[in-house]
């Protein structure tokens, strides 16, 4: 599990050398790119030989008839010699350029498959035009187009790219992104990053964000619709929160209340987890029913939360996220743990550190209160989806997220506040705008703390069973 699977993913991402490259002829023989990145729960995520550093997407959005058309232009590079490439995208295409010439393609559901022969090493410019209703495509079990005629939030996980833009959509490939969204000029348009520029023609605006550092597919987003901006400068960065007008006054006054505090809980997490990644930070509350957040780079979206300590506890869990998740994104969804049980022990940890129980008394709670019989602790928490079917739902199942947290913080207890925070420090500056997986995670621990974890992680998240109740495992 561990080695020989990392590797299996590097280099279906692309990332070692072929063997392959020479002269036009050897690579215009060579074999398609892989419909698939390599990972073992979604097979046909994300796409081999390539790699892509830039995408720059104009889309158009028409409110009335749900219907999304544009182009976007994608710099990549070959990581091995190809006779052609695909892309993971819904929408129907028209027309695909590579470096400026009409490439041949074919569409197959998910599938963008390009006729265009590359070189190892080789870099291109793809142009990619399409048109279509977002809203009547589904993939791996989801439909992931959230809208009505007044507001549309492009935000979803572990898969949202495909319904607005073809990109290789999976963590190991990130990329910078920049985005020009048209709509009707009475309309905002908020993204990831920064506003770098509207412009308004017959009743249009085009409004144009930009994030500087690269990203994960599915963490880009747009959200269109009438909104409340607020925004600011805190910690030497800038802030931008918005929240839409679709809500109450009441509710919208809430939740603007709500979004405000992104500043100071982002300077509480420095202080816990180390320097913020990003040059910008914020958040957006929609108005759609969407039912959960979602920590999309630099401005997670939230549906509305009231002003229970809930929604504060949320808001912490997102921006945890910036750092585990963003930052430091899985190296496969078998490792999808170390976004969430990050994430929930944060937010159990703002509950420690503003009047709360503390993440042991709440871990120890959680343990004695869920018996072992019951299915929360049937299942491993680094690998969730064992079957490799239908790995939506158990990637995000509840066990992932509060075992993961109560792993966290029954590691804090086996190995001490201060190697604890070493290895949080650590991490995150290892892995910093990388991928990072739980073998990883494991062998830095143990370097940290100096101990053998070897039965405390298999009681923790390679077992399908209730860790004992000991010291080895945090808990006696």
């Known amino acids: 599990m561990t080695r020989r699977r990392v590797l299996a993913l590097t280099v279906a991402a692309g990332l070692a050398v072929s063997s392959l490259a020479g002269s036009p002829a050897s690579y215009a023989a060579a074999p398609h790119g892989a419909p698939g990145i390599g990972d073992p729960y979604f ?40 006779s052609g490439f695909d892309l993971d995208f819904l929408l129907p295409v028209s027309r695909v350029e590579v470096d400026g010439h009409r490439a041949p393609f074919d569409q197959t559901h998910h599938e963008l498959s390009i006729d265009a022969p590359l070189a190892d090493g080789e870099s291109a410019r793809v142009v990619v035009r399409y048109a279509g209703a977002p809203g009547h ?32 959509d999976h963590p190991l490939d990130r990329s910078t992104v920049r985005m020009s969204i ?37 963490l880009a987003f747009f959200a269109a619709g009438s909104y409340e901006i607020a925004r600011g400068h805190a910690g030497g960065r800038p802030w931008y929160v918005a929240v839409s007008k ?16 992104t500043p100071t809980l982002l300077h509480w997490l420095e202080g816990v987890i180390g320097d913020y990644p990003f040059a910008e930070a914020g958040g957006l509350t929609t108005a759609l029913p969407v039912g959960f957040a979602l920590e999309n780079q630099t401005r997670p979206t939230y549906p509305f939360m009231g002003d229970s300590p809930g929604a504060v506890r949320t808001v912490a869990h997102e921006l945890a996220h910036q750092w585990f998740g963003d930052s430091v994104a899985v190296r496969g969804w078998t490792d999808i743990w170390l976004n969430e049980g990050w994430a929930t022990y944060f937010e159990n940890f703002y509950t420690e550190t503003h009047g709360g129980p503390t993440t042991d008394e709440l871990m120890r709670d959680e343990y004695g209160d869920i018996p072992a019989g019951d299915a929360f602790w049937n299942h491993e928490v680094a690998d969730p989806c064992p079957d490799h079917e239908d790995c939506v739902g158990p990637i995000f199942a ?79």
């Open 398 to 476: 509840s066990f992932v997220y509060d075992r993961g947290g109560m792993a966290l913080a029954a590691l804090r207890n086996r190995i001490g506040d201060q190697h604890f925070s070493e290895l949080i420090h650590q991490w995150v500056t290892d892995h910093q705008g990388g991928n990072g997986d739980t073998t990883e995670f494991e062998t830095l621990a143990e370097s940290v703390s100096g101990a053998d974890l070897t039965g405390f992680f298999d009681a923790w998240l390679h077992s399908d069973s209730k860790p004992a109740d000991t010291a080895a495992n945090g808990l006696g």
């Open 246 to 261: 679709g809500l109450g006054t009441t509710s919208r006054q809430v939740a603007m209340g709500l979004m405000k505090q």
């Open 43 to 82: 097979p046909l995520d994300g796409n081999g030989g390539i790699d892509v550093q830039s995408y720059d997407i104009h889309d158009r959005y028409r409110f009335a008839s749900g219907r999304l058309s544009g182009w976007t232009a994608l710099r990549l590079t070959a990581t091995e010699a190809l």
């Open 182 to 218: 048209t709509v009707p000029k009475q309309k905002q348009v908020v993204g990831n990053g920064r506003q770098v520029g509207r412009t308004v023609r017959r009743g249009l605006a085009t409004t144009t964000w930009e994030a500087g550092e690269p990203m994960v597919p599915y």
């Open 137 to 168: 495509y589904s993939y791996a079990g989801e439909s992931n187009w959230l809208a009505d005629r007044h507001e549309v939030v492009a935000m979803n996980q572990p898969h949202m790219a495909p319904w607005w833009f073809p990109a290789n």
